[in-house]
């Protein structure tokens, strides 16, 4: 008995515990080899792969969210240390939070 249609999927992972599974469908015929279609499946699937990760298409990276920086927090201390070390401008702060003019006025009187 031969298979009229054969199925592959492979998966990759992705980092960040993230995977992605991508699958093909062919029909084949009772002249073809089962295990070539399958590594001829494969191929196409990895090929895939590596041009939708390339392109950047199907995955994209995520994007940090940016929360409001509120005086006398544990986040103030840490940026207000940073700050006065060095470690840290007011724009890297910017970066990573939203600042008002309260928090602004305090961590101006650091630079």
Same mark, same amino acid.
């Given at each position: ?48 792969? %590596?041009?939708?990760? &390339? ?9 940090? /969210?940016?929360?409001? !920086? #509120? ?19 007011? %724009?890297?702060?910017? &970066? ?9 006025? /305090?961590?101006?009187? !650091? #630079?």
């Amino acid at each position: 008995m031969k298979p009229k249609e054969i199925f592959l999927q492979v998966t990759r992972n992705l980092g960040n515990f993230e995977s992605v599974k991508l699958g093909a469908s062919f029909d084949v015929t009772e002249k073809d080899d089962l295990m070539e279609s399958y590594k001829a499946i494969n191929d196409k699937l990895q090929t895939a792969f %590596e041009s939708i990760f &390339k392109e950047d298409v199907f995955v994209k990276s995520p994007k940090y /969210e940016r929360k409001p !920086l #509120t005086l006398n927090t544990v986040d103030y201390d840490r940026v207000k240390a940073s700050m006065v070390a060095k470690r840290a401008t007011i %724009e890297d702060v910017e &970066k990573y939070y939203y600042i008002d003019i309260d928090v602004m006025k /305090e961590l101006m009187k !650091l #630079t």
